[in-house]
């Protein structure tokens, strides 16, 4: 057999033997989790000194909302964009909303203490994928809190977040049949 050949059979294999890779949504635990840590997290918030006065008018389907977006970046369904116009409706909903720094990084902080209580999956490549998103995600808002609220918006694809360079998360391989 020729060598190009060995090694496409190897290839496909390799494919074919690999395990499939979940997307974040799937590894936090689906639309389920997805939902408790919001939902927490949104009750949490009016407690909070530095980032209630952010959410005093929030409507009650405003976590629903918040979960639906993130479940759609992190892989899950495109519930966000169908019922509510995809990352363009985002950025406007944080125009002229002059998130401060401080506010930014408690939001930040909060999610995470929230996710640690409910225990979300804690491994490294999760929890780092997880940050990076919440931090790349945060900092847009403030940017665009920015801006004022009359600021055209255009159309934008939803950004979509994987494991980024750990490639998945660390699976040990089973035992060799």
């Known amino acids: 057999m ?19 890779i979940p997307t974040l949504y799937e590894w936090l635990g689906g639309a389920e989790a ?13 407690a909070d000194p530095i980032i209630a006065p952010l959410f005093e008018h929030m409507s009650p389907e405003h976590f629903r909302h918040v979960s639906q977006f993130i479940a759609e970046v992190l892989g899950g369904p495109a519930d966000y ?25 408690r939001w930040v902080d909060l999610l995470l203490e929230t996710a640690d209580e409910l225990q979300l999956p804690s491994d490294p490549e ?44 660390y699976q040990p391989e089973g035992p060799k049949s």
């Open 34 to 46: 997805l939902n408790q840590l919001i939902e927490r997290f949104y009750q949490k918030v009016p």
């Open 2 to 20: 020729s060598e190009n050949k060995i090694e496409a059979l190897s290839e496909i294999k390799d494919s074919v033997m690999a395990p499939k």
């Open 81 to 105: 964009s169908e019922q509510h116009g995809g990352h363009p409706a985002m950025i406007r909903r944080h125009l002229d909303r002059h998130i401060t720094e401080q506010q930014r990084k």
């Open 126 to 169: 999760f929890r780092s994928a997880l940050i990076a998103y919440l931090e790349w995600g945060s900092r847009l808002a403030v940017i665009n809190s920015a801006l004022p609220a009359d600021t055209a918006v255009a159309e934008a694809p939803m950004p979509r977040w994987n494991w980024g360079v750990p490639g998945g998360p």
